[in-house]
């Protein structure tokens, strides 16, 4: 018998029944319908073909083969070639097939014909009526004035597109969800060490990990989705037997990965960071040559916090900083850094009168009170774990060893941490600057098999702009950019709709008036879903971008607008695995269905509307610039764009074999191995992009100088301090009774708000529950599925907010912490009712519920109270 293939088997299925149709018409119908319907058959022949695109769904575009027959997408599976995926798929890439022929996806443009604020009565509009109405309310506010216009995205798929060109074409603000995600951690890696991202390690060489935080197995991390570092993990404790050990209230998805588990208490992360500096420090984990090299660490600080600077050369250019001084060891004096011999770590000197330290000198006397003891206190822990996480890691780190990759000789410090969603706690960015700190200490950060932050070591532009922070007097923007309440601003929804509601405290008058949302959904995505119930309806005018009914275009949409899923292009995105260097685009499986469109054609329809498609600085014109698209391959400024054309035109100036047909073919344009000489900062050309790590926050100490001068109250200016500092989080305010502190994570079936729209997805995820060590569940007479009111308590405010769920009981947790994932408390579609709540319905933003960074905290105290 020959072997049966699934391409043989869906061809012989057909024929089966296209013969029994045959049958049924000659015994019935004679020869003459039998002829009919050998032509119909032949007509309706059966053809199968695969598409190359990219996951639609997840963080980090994993390469995918969609299968399809007679143009209809039928199947997705891994594409080999992807270096971040390599032939595998989540459960939401396969998944995300349901996306598409979803009957619950919006048919068409919808207008609404009923009051906002609760649920939406829309009629069916077209797209020209639907544009129209969108582009006539913006239009107005942009004569206005274009901050007015919001522009607020959820995750965008080509930021080139639609964060970029959309933005600066129109001027409009922009509002992105980092604030909710991990940027606390972008912030603090930027401002510390120069790169964009939060910290991941060096999988190949590294042989000691503390995963702080790190959902391993039910999430992805630092820069990817789930399967990447997961498989690189594994690989990793196969090859170089990698050890980990979890820092995290909860274990479950650690698993059998973890070596060991330490609980640590929520929002303790800083004071556990601050013991493991110390006892480097004192059990003699230095690396001085790095420390004097790369970092400010020997600048000669004053008595005022401020470092000591000499004079400017005479040839300097306008706006250049005067040198730092250092004292030379070698000579006896204070020289500037670049020309020190030995520049002195610790001390105490004389400069022309002034009593000067160097910066490690006041970090060693910062962190000495921060012992074991100390901080086991604290976090929860024992003082003996945490000597001996700070003996493990600075005995592996091997300080002076080298090693030769790719022919380069590059330091070799094989420990690292991998930290991410959990900077989003109110002291997250000290807390990330003091676990940076610890990598610091033993010269680990850029070094083999350490401390990396993105794929290649290259500078932000945060780095140079966090060295000397603006701090204006007010009136604000209502996004309190440059202001006395946030010197660092990641651009946070949940501060805006503080504003919102209260623009005077903030000193903000004027407010935005539209609103685009892209691919958003806040009143379930977001925390402290009451202050956006609040907010969105004090809108003029609400667009939303999204294949489905959200709850918040439910709520507040005037207009929504029916976008494809995997049925468009969209890109350039990255390939890398961290190893391998490539590109991706993402190719449309089919033609998009129903009147849904790609989001690049709808801006630029929209762009054209408002006038600022054509011409110097119009949407055309930034996308050849931001892109880019050079020389021949630009786009003509006065012609309407084909999306395709636009990719086919930026593969072919990337010199590819038949331009966008190179993806077609392929779906992925894999480049070959990043090189040592990119990866590792310490052999980059200059060292480290040219950026001086900063162990001493110099600019931090002025800019809260400044925002008290300007009256800021405390709670805005009290963690801009030069070196990270303890305080005891706001939380712990509120009263005793509200003993337990509620945390949530996510599932590995799910990703942003829009997994929960996929009812397979759905299916998987279950129920929502509450997670309860059983001592705990115990002691308060509560038993596994028992209906419970979780109460939490603002510390600030005394606001009390409540949910009701089930519990369910797992010694995964500590004692005194309680956790619920995300993607529950949805209401449309209509599936998602009854799944339970979300935890942000009882989250809180604002003051002592976010971060100096304007971010969001997901910490709160709460109560549980048998339902």
Partial sequence: MPEITRRTFVKGSAVAVGGTAIASKFLFGGLETVQQTNTLLMAQQIQEDFVNTTCWIGKQDCGIVARRVNGRLVSLEGLEAHPKNRGTLCPKGTAQIAAVYDPQRIKTPLIRTNGKGGPGEFRAASWDEALDLVASKTKAVLEEDPKLLLWQKGRSKAKVFYDTAFVKATGATKLGHGAYCSDTGYRAAEYTLGPHGVLHPDFKYTRYLLSWGWNITAAGGNKTCWITWPQQMVEAREKNGLKIIQIDPRLRPAGHFADRWLPIRPSTDLAFALALCRELITLGFVDEPYLKAYTNSAHLVGPDGLILRGDLPADAEEGAEAPALVWDQASGQAVPHDEAADPALTGKYDVDGVAAKPAFQLFVENVEPYTPEWAA????????????????????????????????????????????????????????????????????????????????????????????????????????????????????????????????????????????????????????????????????????????????????????????????????????????????????????????????????????????????????????????????????????????????????????????????????????????????????????????????????????????????????????????????????????????????????????SRTSMIPLLTELSGIQRLDMNPETASKLGIEEGDDVIVESHNAVTGETRQLRTVVALTSGFRPDVVGMPHHFGGWSPDRNKGLGPSPNEIYFTGEGYMVCTADQSFHVKVRVLKG
């Fill in 377 to 752: 206190e604290i976090c929860g822990l024992t003082a003996d774990s945490i000597r001996k996480v700070a003996a493990e890691f600075g005995e592996n780190a091997n300080i002076g060893a080298t090693i030769v990759v790719d022919g380069v000789e590059v330091p070799y410090r094989p420990v690292a941490i991998m930290a991410y969603h959990m900077a989003q706690q109110e002291l997250g960015f000290q807390a990330l600057r003091a676990m940076i700190m610890v990598s610091m200490l033993v010269g680990s950060p850029g070094a083999v098999g350490g401390q990396l932050v993105d794929f290649t070591w290259k500078i932000h532009k945060n780095y140079a702009k966090f060295g000397n922070l603006t701090v204006n007097e007010g009136p604000y923007d209502f996004t309190l950019a440059k202001s006395k309440f946030f010197p660092i601003n990641s651009g946070f929804p949940g501060i805006v709709a503080k504003v919102m509601q209260d623009p005077a405290k903030y000193e903000v008058e004027k407010l935005p008036k539209v609103a685009i949302l892209h691919y958003v959904n806040p009143l379930t995505a977001f925390p402290s879903q009451k202050d956006f119930l609040d907010t969105y309806g004090k809108f003029e005018f609400v667009a939303v971008l999204s294949p489905w009914l959200s709850e918040t275009a439910d709520y507040f949409a005037d207009v929504v607008l029916p976008t494809a899923t995997m049925e468009k292009y969209e890109g350039p995105m990255s390939a890398s695995d961290q190893y391998i260097d490539g590109k991706t685009l993402r190719l449309p499986v089919m033609d998009p269905l129903f009147e849904s469109r790609g989001e690049i054609d709808i801006y630029i329809d929209l762009c054209e509307r408002l006038g600022v498609l054509y011409g110097e600085g119009g949407y055309i014109d930034q996308i050849n610039k931001n892109l880019p698209l050079k020389d021949e391959f630009a786009l003509p400024l006065d012609q309407v764009p084909e999306v395709r054309d636009i990719f086919d035109r930026w593969s072919r100036m990337e010199g590819l074999e038949g331009g966008i047909e190179y993806f077609e073919r392929n779906g992925v344009w894999v480049k070959g191995p990043l090189p040592a000489t990119k990866r590792y900062g310490y052999v980059t050309d200059p060292p480290f992009g040219g950026a001086l790590h900063r162990l001493y926050g110099e600019s931090l100490l002025v800019a809260q100088k400044k925002q008290r001068e300007l009256g800021a109250d405390k709670i805005y200016w009290q963690d801009y301090t030069a070196l990270p500092t303890w305080r005891t989080p706001t939380m712990e305010s509120s009263p005793p009774e509200y003993d337990l502190t509620l945390i949530s994570y996510k599932l590995i079936e799910q990703k942003q």
